[in-house]
C-alpha cells in the first residue's frame, strides 16, 4: 500500500492518523480489539458514530450534498485502513452502509431531508425487517400484509433475525401489499417506527450466546402511506438496490486483520528451535490468503471508484461478498490452528470492557468468538449459493 501512495495520499494518511491518535479514547480502542462480530457493542458504535459525525466523517461514502465526502478513493481507502488499524469501534451498518443510501438512491426529498442527518447524528438507529420465519432465500414469499385504511397501512406479521432490533427505533421493512400476479410485484418497502404500538420484539442468542439478533411481531401496526419508499407494489426494485449495498464492505481489511493475529501468534509460538512462523506449511497457507486478501482489495477498489463516481455498487457486490466471507473463513481456521490450545477456551469474562482476565495470549481470546461469529458471513445478506445464483444470472448472464 504505502508503495501506492503520492505525497497528498501520505499528507492525508498523517491528517486521518493524528485525528485517530486524538479522537480515540483508550476505553473505544478497547472495544474495537475486542470486537469478535460484525456487530459492535451500541454504546462504542454510537459514541465514535458521534465523533466522526462532528468531523463530517461519519459515512464517507455518500455524496457531498447529504453528508459524505469528496475524498478521492484512495482516501476513502486509507481512512477505512486506518480506522482498522487504530482499533477504531465498528458502526451500524443498517443505518449507514444501508438505509442511507437506499434512501438516497430512492427516497423523496421529504425522505431524504428528514432521515438522513439523523441517520448521520446517530439519532436514528435502524434495523433490517427483511427475513421472516420461512422466507429467507425465497425472500420474495414473505407475508407480513400491509392493508391500506385511509392514510396508514395496518402490519400483521413477523420478521426474523432481525440485527441490533432492540438497539433500533428504526426499522426498513418490506411487507405485502398485494397477492396478485408475481409474488415479486405485491410487496412494498416501509420505513416503520419501532415506538409503534403494537410492535413486540423477542430476543434469540446467537451460537456466541450473544443478543444481536431477534424475532418482531406486528400487531395491527400502523404506518403511515408517506413512510413508504418507492411506489406500491415495487418495493422488490428497492430492496434489491439497498441489497447491493449490504453485501459490499471492505473484506479485505477485516481479513488483514485475523492475518496480522495468525502472524503474531505463530512469532511468539516455539517449535523445534525455531517459531511457527518459520515452518514451511504455515507460511504457504499465510501467503496463499494473503494473494486472495490482495485480489479482494482490487475489487473492492473497484467498487469503491464506482461509489465515488455516484454509482450503485452493482451485482459484483455479490462476488465480493462470497470471496471476503469465504476466505474470512479460512482465515479464521488457519488463526484457530495457530493459536492451538489457546484457541479452544471460550473466555466471554476476558471479552468484557475493562477486563483483562484473558488465559494465554491476548490476540487468542477474540480468536474462537470471532470463528463462531464469522459463519453467519455466508448466510447473512444472502447465503452464498444464492449469491452464486445472483452471479450466474446478473453477471455471467446463464
Ligand atoms: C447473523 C445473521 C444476521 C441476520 N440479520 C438479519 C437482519 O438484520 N434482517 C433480516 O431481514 N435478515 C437477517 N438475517 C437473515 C438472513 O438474511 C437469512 O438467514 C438468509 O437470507 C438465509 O435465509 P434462511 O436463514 O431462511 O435460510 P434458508 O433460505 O432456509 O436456506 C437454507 C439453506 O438452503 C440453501 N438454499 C436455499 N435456497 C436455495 C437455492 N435456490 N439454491 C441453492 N441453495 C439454496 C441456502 O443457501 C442455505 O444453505 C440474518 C442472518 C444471520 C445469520
Known amino acids: 500500500m504505502d508503495v501506492m501512495l503520492s505525497e497528498a495520499d501520505t499528507a492525508f494518511r ?4 493524528g485525528f485517530l491518535a486524538e479522537s480515540l479514547t483508550d476505553e473505544l480502542r478497547e472495544a474495537g480489539r475486542k470486537r469478535t462480530s460484525l456487530w459492535q ?7 465514535w458514530q458521534r465523533i466522526l459525525d462532528e468531523k463530517g466523517w461519519a459515512a464517507p461514502d455518500w455524496p457531498v450534498e447529504y453528508g459524505g465526502t469528496d475524498w478521492t478513493l484512495a482516501q476513502r481507502y486509507i481512512f477505512a485502513m486506518e480506522c482498522a488499524r487504530a482499533n477504531a469501534p465498528a458502526l451500524v451498518p443498517m443505518s449507514l452502509k444501508m438505509c442511507g443510501p437506499m434512501l438516497i438512491g430512492y427516497g423523496t426529498e421529504a425522505q431524504k431531508l428528514h432521515y438522513l442527518p439523523r441517520i448521520l447524528s446517530g439519532e436514528d438507529v435502524w434495523c433490517q425487517g427483511y427475513s ?19 392514510d396508514d397501512y395496518v402490519l400483521n406479521g413477523s420478521k426474523i433475525w432481525t440485527s441490533y432490533a432492540h438497539h433500533a427505533n428504526r426499522m426498513f421493512a418490506l411487507v405485502r401489499t398485494s397477492t396478485e400476479g408475481k409474488k415479486q410485484e405485491g410487496i412494498s418497502f416501509l420505513l416503520i417506527d419501532m415506538h409503534s404500538p403494537g410492535i413486540t420484539i423477542e430476543p434469540i442468542i446467537n451460537l456466541e450466546g450473544v443478543h444481536e439478533f431477534n424475532q418482531v411481531f406486528f400487531d395491527d401496526v400502523r404506518v403511515p402511506k408517506a413512510n413508504r419508499v418507492g411506489e406500491e407494489n415495487d418495493g422488490w426494485s428497492v430492496a434489491k438496490y439497498l441489497l447491493e449495498f449490504e453485501r459490499f464492505s471492505m473484506a479485505s481489511i477485516e481479513l488483514r486483520r485475523i492475518l496480522g493475529k495468525a502472524e503474531a501468534l505463530a512469532r511468539a509460538t516455539e517449535v ?36 465515488s463516481a455516484g454509482h450503485s455498487p452493482g451485482a459484483v457486490s455479490s462476488v465480493i461478498n462470497t470471496l471476503g466471507a469465504e476466505t474470512i473463513q479460512r482465515a ?8 492451538g490450545y489457546y484457541g479452544l477456551p471460550y473466555q466471554p469474562e476476558a471479552l468484557a470492557l475493562g477486563a483483562n482476565t484473558a488465559v494465554g495470549p491476548d490476540a487468542a481470546v477474540t480468536l474462537m468468538p470471532s470463528y463462531l461469529s464469522n459463519r453467519m458471513r455466508t448466510i447473512a445478506g444472502g447465503s452464498s449459493e444464492i449469491q452464486r445464483n445472483i452471479i450466474a444470472k446478473a453477471i455471467l448472464g446463464l
Open 14 to 17: 498523517h491528517e486521518i492518523r
Open 332 to 339: 479464521d481456521e488457519l488463526a484457530i490452528e495457530v493459536a
Open 132 to 150: 421472516e420465519p420461512g422466507s429467507g432465500s425465497d425472500l420474495a414469499s414473505l407475508r407480513t400484509s400491509a392493508v391500506g385504511e385511509g
Open 41 to 47: 457493542d451500541i454504546e462504542s458504535a454510537m459514541t
Open 272 to 307: 523445534d528451535g525455531g517459531t511457527l512462523a518459520d515452518d514451511a506449511h504455515f507460511c504457504r497457507q499465510l501467503d496463499e490468503l494473503k494473494i486472495d486478501a490482495l485480489a479482494l482489495e482490487s475489487s473492492e477498489q473497484r467498487v469503491l471508484a464506482s461509489l
